[in-house]
């Protein structure tokens, strides 16, 4: 069987896509055809309104082994630039993942390794079975990061913390990550997914406009002076006002009711 990415809908969620890595046998090894159907997945999220959230996880009780080791030996015989455009692709993934206006939540089963690592880092929320790992296993099989682990690692984690995790590429387990704030809840095994789809199902009754503009804001809240940043504040409050959404939102606080954001 090949590797691919399912879209799924569950009925406890109807507002929440599940994007399932699934590659039978080589516990979810990443592959290209994966990539471009992630793509193409978010693109489709981003202009149904009837999907607020996304939860991404892997097919039987794993997350991701990373990059298929094989494939990159075949690689090895090939142009350069065949490597290169599959790294491109992933990246553009991955940038996919950090541009969707909508709240994205990484459901970790088992482990996620290499770049697998780089794609639950490049979601919004992490939820972790106790038990699962997280490995960058890239310097002891000769290699360097992609997918942004190193980038992410770099952000999240005190440097001499990420450099500990990207050079000796040991695993560091769920609960550790967990105190670091790296993941955000843990569940217990095999019971992530249900766990992410019910938070998903939460913040898919936030308002849309308000969960997009936060995502703007903490994206540009690292590469912004504050004086920037609280002109971007302003400008974005100001525009939520004036939103359907704050009008809704408001009314129904004053009238101690559920908002009903459509």
């Known amino acids: 069987m090949s590797a691919e990415l399912?879209?799924?809908?569950?009925?406890?969620?109807?507002s929440t896509l599940v994007l399932t890595l699934s590659n039978p046998g080589a516990r979810n090894a990443l592959h290209p055809d994966m990539y471009a159907?992630?793509?193409?997945?978010?693109?489709?999220?981003?202009?149904?309104?009837?999907?607020r959230a996304i939860v991404l996880t892997g097919a039987d009780q794993f997350f991701?082994?990373?990059?298929?080791?094989?494939?990159?030996?075949?690689?090895?015989?090939k142009d350069p630039a065949v490597q290169a455009q599959s790294i491109d692709l992933l990246g553009e993934w991955i940038g996919a993942l950090r541009s969707s206006s909508k709240p994205v939540i990484a459901a970790v089963e088992g482990a996620a390794a290499g770049a697998?690592?780089?794609?639950?880092?490049?979601?919004?929320?992490?939820?972790?079975a106790e038990d699962a790992k997280?490995?960058?296993?890239?310097?002891?099989?000769?290699?360097?990061?992609?997918?942004?682990?190193?980038?992410?690692l770099a952000q999240?984690?005190?440097?001499?913390?990420?450099?500990?995790?990207?050079?000796?590429?040991?695993?560091?387990?769920?609960?550790?990550?967990?105190?670091l704030g790296v993941v955000n809840r843990l569940a217990k095994p095999g019971a992530v997914r249900d766990a992410a789809?019910?938070?998903?199902?939460?913040?898919?009754?936030?308002s849309p406009n308000a969960s997009a503009r936060i995502k703007t804001l903490?994206?540009?809240?690292?590469?912004?002076?504050?004086?920037?940043?609280?002109?971007?504040?302003?400008?974005?409050?100001?525009?939520?006002?004036?939103?359907?959404?704050a009008l809704e939102g408001i009314t129904a606080f004053l009238e101690k009711r559920a908002p009903k954001y459509k």
């Open 37 to 51: 159907a992630g793509i193409e997945a978010l693109d489709s999220a981003e202009r149904d309104p009837s999907i």
């Open 156 to 179: 999240a984690l005190p440097r001499q913390l990420a450099a500990e995790v990207l050079l000796e590429g040991k695993p560091i387990g769920a609960a550790r990550l967990h105190e």
């Open 64 to 77: 991701c082994a990373g990059g298929n080791l094989n494939r990159l030996l075949e690689n090895r015989a």
């Open 218 to 245: 903490l994206a540009a809240a690292g590469t912004q002076p504050l004086a920037e940043h609280l002109v971007a504040e302003r400008d974005h409050f100001v525009a939520s006002l004036h939103h359907g959404d």
């Open 197 to 206: 789809v019910a938070w998903a199902e939460q913040l898919g009754q936030i």
């Open 6 to 14: 399912l879209t799924s809908r569950p009925a406890e969620s109807e």
């Open 116 to 128: 697998g690592f780089s794609l639950a880092l490049a979601c919004d929320l992490l939820v972790a």
């Open 134 to 152: 997280f490995v960058m296993s890239y310097a002891r099989v000769g290699l360097t990061p992609d997918g942004g682990g190193s980038w992410f």
